[in-house]
């Protein structure tokens, strides 16, 4: 299935033109094939621009330390403040790498890369927020972990820019239902499933000494521990975190 995922890239020449603009709206209400005054049009579908990113963050892939490609996903990361940003992820032999990438400038802002083989457990399933939290979210997600003993710091829990956390999670890129072929490249569930087969093949062939080998695989709710979340709330509606044509200007 990873050789299948690569093929899809040859099918990515794709122009918004041939696709209703109401499939690419950031809101449910616009089916009348208009862009509403606060739609944006998502710049990864264009043709061309995702497959220069591809091709850019694979040019990064480091052959000695992560091996060779096995699948990329085009997905959204959700931090622990609820805020959705863009992200292309490899799953190499031996590592997964998180990509932040400018579809405007057509380069690789940051990479995360963790080793496969420090990954200990998978969880899936739906959102989950405290009882008095104000914000909700639908959908599935993702999140991969690769530290079960350390818990967040209560600092790092009540900062929006904390990095510290020793898991990631993922869900669904808007642009996943433009075309089968993102709809392959958006899919969480497989990304999981790849993941964990990774993952565990790495623990074997190179465990981490005083370390559980394996990894969990859990289907239980998603917890994101905030409670108003404002800046979260007027980011995901207007999709800042994500590379868009806005009037001239893209972010």
Not at 84 to 111: G, H, P, Q, S
Not at 134 to 160: I, M, Y
Request: glycine share 6%; proline share 5%; hydrophobic share 40%.
């Amino acid at each position: 299935r990873a050789d299948t995922l690569l093929e899809h890239q040859s099918q990515l020449h794709i122009c918004l033109k041939d696709y209703p603009l109401s499939s690419l709206c950031t809101h449910c209400d616009c089916h009348n094939g208009k862009l509403e005054s606060d739609t944006r049009a998502f710049l990864s579908p264009q043709p061309g621009t995702l497959n220069q990113g591809i091709k850019d963050v694979q040019a990064l892939v480091d052959k000695e330390v992560d091996g060779s490609v096995r699948g990329i996903w085009l997905m959204a990361e959700v931090d622990h403040w609820n805020n959705e940003k863009e992200r292309l992820v490899l799953i190499t032999d031996n590592t997964l790498l998180v990509c932040k990438y400018d579809f405007v400038m057509f380069a690789c802002e940051e990479m995360h890369r963790i080793p496969l083989n420090f990954v200990d457990r998978i969880s899936y399933g739906t959102f989950s927020f405290p009882k008095h939290s104000l914000l909700q979210r639908e959908g599935e997600g993702v999140r991969v972990f690769w530290d079960r003993l350390r818990e967040p710091s209560f600092t790092s829990r009540w900062n929006p820019f904390a990095i510290d956390y020793p898991f990631i999670t993922f869900t669904h890129h808007p642009v996943r239902n433009v075309s089968e072929a993102f709809a392959a490249l958006c899919d969480i569930h497989n990304f999981r499933e790849q993941l964990k087969d990774a993952a565990e093949k790495v623990h074997a062939m190179k465990p981490v000494p005083g370390k559980a080998n394996g990894v969990i695989v859990l289907n239980q709710q998603i917890p994101i521990e905030t409670y108003v979340g404002l800046m979260s709330f007027l980011g995901n509606q207007n999709k800042l975190g994500y590379c868009m044509a806005r009037g001239n200007i893209g972010f």
